[in-house]
Every structure is written in structure tokens, then in C-alpha cells.
């Protein structure tokens, strides 16, 4: 049997999900929770295998309550079951280790599949959220801005100030030569040619 704990606000849904599962002959219902809190205090005296999660609650939502969940107790697993499919919604729940994210709108027989992978130890995920997963994994990775060593970052940073490079040298210690190298070096990384594109780049690119 699968001990489950159900946890939604909405008492309404939070019944007809209590309804659709434990009509299943392999599924016993260990409790029900309406808050994240009162999940967390559940968990920890009803022991069950898997959590039925609802993602946007009062208080402790979700989210925190699956970290939290899982924190305490890394024995149950969580399945995400909600109406929110944002791309921010589903990272959040995978990234605090929920191990399923189905939608409330889910045929019955894919939620029951879900809580039955979900309790064996596999994942479980809506259709939707695995193509929004795939087309993550699959898009190019932003092109990534120069990168300045801590010496010529702090070197731009005095020039922003309007420091020369005698008074720059004067501040960190270094050679007027040498601070004018830095300056060339930063130039180049940045492809700019004078020390006010150079503070301006650096700016745009949120190096400084």
C-alpha cells in the first residue's frame, strides 16, 4: 500500500483528491493537510511514503514545505499537484525536490500513474513541464561577457571616479606604466579604444 498525505487549501478539492486516490486498491490516505505547516507537523506523525503536494498555499507554500518536507524526513517523496504551469513554478518545485509535477486538470489515470511512479522512485511529470524541460535543456546558453581580471575591474573603477593613470598608480601602488598595461588589457577584453567606452562597456556588461 501507498501511505498518502494530501495537502490543499481548498478543502472542496482537497476532498475530491482524498475521493480519486484512495479509490485505488494500492493507495491508503495517512492524512490530509490544508496548510504547509500543518504538512510539515503531519509528516512527522503520520509517516507517510508519498506527500500530494499543492503548490500555492498561505503561509508556507509548496515549495518550502517539500524542502522542508524532505529536509526532516528524506524517505517520502513529493508529488506537485497544482494548477500553476509557469516555467518559474515548475523550477522552483524541482528545485526544492519534489520528484513529480502533474497539473489538477490531469486525466485520472495519469495522476494515479504519477503517484505510483513517484512512490516506486521515479519521477512523474505533466506532458507540458517535460517540453518545457526539453527546450530548456536545449537552448543556447547566452553569450558570456569578457571577463577582467580584479586588477583592471579596480583599475576602471578609478578611472569612473576621473582618477589619471599617475593618480590611480598613486592609490593602489602601482607604476603609471603599469596601470596604463591594465587599462590596454581592459580595452581589448572590451573591444572599445578609450577609457570613457571602456567605464560605459563595463557598465552595460554589469561588470562594474
Request: charged residues 25%; negative net charge; without cysteine.
Given at each position: 500500500?501507498?501511505?498518502?498525505?494530501?495537502?490543499d487549501?481548498?478543502?472542496?478539492?482537497?476532498?475530491?483528491?482524498?475521493?480519486?486516490?484512495?479509490?485505488?486498491?494500492?493507495?491508503?490516505?495517512?492524512?490530509?493537510?490544508?496548510?504547509g505547516e500543518?504538512?510539515?507537523a503531519?509528516?512527522a506523525?503520520?509517516?507517510?511514503?508519498?506527500v500530494?503536494?499543492?503548490l500555492r498555499?498561505?503561509?508556507?507554500?509548496g515549495?518550502?514545505?517539500t524542502a522542508r518536507?524532505?529536509?526532516?524526513?528524506?524517505?517520502?517523496?513529493?508529488?506537485?499537484?497544482?494548477?500553476?504551469e509557469?516555467?518559474?513554478?515548475?523550477?522552483?518545485?524541482i528545485?526544492?525536490?519534489?520528484?513529480?509535477?502533474?497539473?489538477?486538470?490531469a486525466?485520472?489515470?495519469?495522476?494515479?500513474?504519477?503517484?505510483r511512479?513517484v512512490a516506486?522512485?521515479?519521477v512523474?511529470?505533466?506532458p507540458?513541464?517535460?517540453?518545457?524541460?526539453?527546450?530548456r535543456?536545449?537552448?543556447p546558453?547566452?553569450?558570456?561577457?569578457?571577463?577582467?581580471?580584479?586588477?583592471?575591474?579596480e583599475?576602471?573603477?578609478l578611472?569612473?571616479?576621473?582618477?589619471?593613470?599617475?593618480?590611480?598608480?598613486?592609490?593602489?601602488?602601482?607604476?603609471?606604466?603599469?596601470?596604463k598595461?591594465?587599462?590596454?588589457?581592459?580595452?581589448?577584453?572590451?573591444?572599445?579604444?578609450d577609457?570613457?567606452r571602456?567605464?560605459?562597456?563595463a557598465?552595460?556588461?554589469?561588470?562594474?
Amino acid at each position: 500500500m501507498i501511505r498518502i498525505l494530501v495537502v490543499d487549501d481548498h478543502p472542496v478539492v482537497r476532498a475530491g483528491i482524498v475521493a480519486l486516490l484512495e479509490a485505488a486498491p494500492d493507495v491508503e490516505i495517512a492524512g490530509t493537510a490544508a496548510s504547509g505547516e500543518e504538512a510539515l507537523a503531519l509528516v512527522a506523525s503520520t509517516a507517510p511514503d508519498l506527500v500530494v503536494m499543492d503548490l500555492r498555499m498561505p503561509g508556507i507554500d509548496g515549495d518550502e514545505a517539500t524542502a522542508r518536507i524532505l529536509a526532516a524526513h528524506p524517505g517520502v517523496r513529493v508529488l506537485i499537484l497544482t494548477t500553476y504551469e509557469s516555467d518559474d513554478a515548475i523550477l522552483s518545485a524541482i528545485a526544492a525536490g519534489a520528484s513529480g509535477y502533474l497539473l489538477k486538470a490531469a486525466p485520472e489515470e495519469e495522476l494515479l500513474a504519477g503517484v505510483r511512479a513517484v512512490a516506486a522512485g521515479e519521477v512523474a511529470l505533466a506532458p507540458s513541464v517535460s517540453r518545457m524541460l526539453v527546450a530548456r535543456t536545449r537552448a543556447p546558453e547566452p553569450p558570456r561577457g569578457p571577463e577582467l581580471s580584479p586588477r583592471e575591474l579596480e583599475v576602471l573603477r578609478l578611472v569612473a571616479e576621473g582618477l589619471s593613470n599617475r593618480e590611480i598608480g598613486a592609490r593602489i601602488h602601482l607604476g603609471e606604466a603599469t596601470v596604463k598595461t591594465h587599462l590596454l588589457h581592459a580595452f581589448a577584453k572590451l573591444d572599445v579604444n578609450d577609457r570613457t567606452r571602456a567605464v560605459t562597456r563595463a557598465m552595460e556588461l554589469k561588470l562594474l
